[in-house]
């Protein structure tokens, strides 16, 4: 299929209502997790994007079936348990499946995983997956481009996973699937504490797993012999159903949307809040009341509980057309900033010095044509595309196509005007 691209009609607020799908991040690893045992499982709420269907592949690769059925949930089963390698070329289309090395090491006691690569938000180590493993007695080794691991049976460690930005989300979610099958106990200090590695605690100890203090910064997990299948259904998408808020108060719309779980967006509502954007939470829902021009807000992105990185760009998109002059600081990812020159085409004003952003808010934008780099910084051009006046063309949405389920049919459902075209214009080499 040829590369699309989204042309959106500005200038329209969004109203109604929408349902947030579940979570791509945690579908990932608890998709990898079905590696672990050899009975079936049967998980719900697994959103219908490309990273998932890449994940897919590798685990038909690793010998396993995986169907969605007739109710969109998928059934995994493992066929063989020979299969190993789960190779370079579906590895580097999506780095969350390097989630599956610990579960495969743990359980077929080999793992032949690519090394994942750069990607466009900067270089995205791996150190910490990898100190884990050994820590539990693996024996690893790199080789063109594959992390090789071997061990008969792991066992269990004191682990400190902590990084130069804090905690490793995939790091931690591999450690603890593979101590799940250690001997002895483990314990993660400097554990990420995510909604997402909670999702996955949840499912691994009703698999049987034996886990302790998951969603804090210390995680013990005592080592079983094996772990069953067992039915589970993945939390909401926390980051979708954030965009979905802030596309609806940047086009000053009135929006309820479902399906979320709010104490997830504590860091998100405490901006919005600051930004004086109106909004309702509900146990499961959220209604945004854009009526006004947000505030300007500074916000430094942080590990959970604090403001998302995977929220950056979208919030960005926001201030464009606040009042006055909001600060941002990417403090996870500090190259994660090219949405910067395409919202600046749009008329935004923004000045960027090293990962800090001043964002002056400007009256209105105006459409353009602009270029998405990767998933998140795609959203936001749609966030600026919607309240934009004119039109606005984001080529390359195969991004946005790697992590939103529908989002231009839940977009257009509450009024906005998004076509999907096939973009002919030929990618032109990059300029020097
Ligand atoms: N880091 C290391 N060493 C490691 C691993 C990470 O130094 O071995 C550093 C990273 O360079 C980064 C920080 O630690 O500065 C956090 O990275 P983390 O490992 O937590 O990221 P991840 O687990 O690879 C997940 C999400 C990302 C999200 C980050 C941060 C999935 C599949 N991916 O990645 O999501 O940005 O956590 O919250 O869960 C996205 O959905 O758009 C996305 C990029």
Redesign the pocket.
Known sequence: MGLEKFVIEGGRPLKGEVTVSGS??AS??VLAATILTESPCDIGGVPRLR?VDVLVRILRELGMKVERDEMGRLQTQVVDEKEITAPYELVSM???S??VLGPLLAKRGFAKVSLPGGCA???????????GLRALGAEIKIEHGYVLARADRLHGANIYLG???????????NVMMAACLAEGTTVIEHA?S?P?VVDLANFLVNMGAAIEGAGSHRIVIRGVRKLDGCPHDVIPDR?EAATLLMAAAATGGEVLIRNIDPTHLEAVFDKLREAEVGFNRNCKTVAVSGDRRANEVELTTL??PGF???LQAQMMALMTTARGASVFTDA??PDRLLHVAELKRMGARIKRINNTCVVIGVDRLEGAPVMAS???AGAALVIAGLCAEGETTVRRIYHLDR?YDNLEGKLNLLGARIRREADEAPEKPPVV
Not at 166 to 173: H, I, N, Y
């Open positions: 791509k991040n990932l690893p990273d999506m780095r969350g390097f989630c938000i900067g270089d995205r180590p791996v150190d910490l997956h990898l100190k990084g130069p930005t804090g905690s490793s989300v995939l790091g931690t979610a990420a995510e997402e980051i590990p959970y998302p990185t995977d996870i990812y990767d998933l998140r992590g």
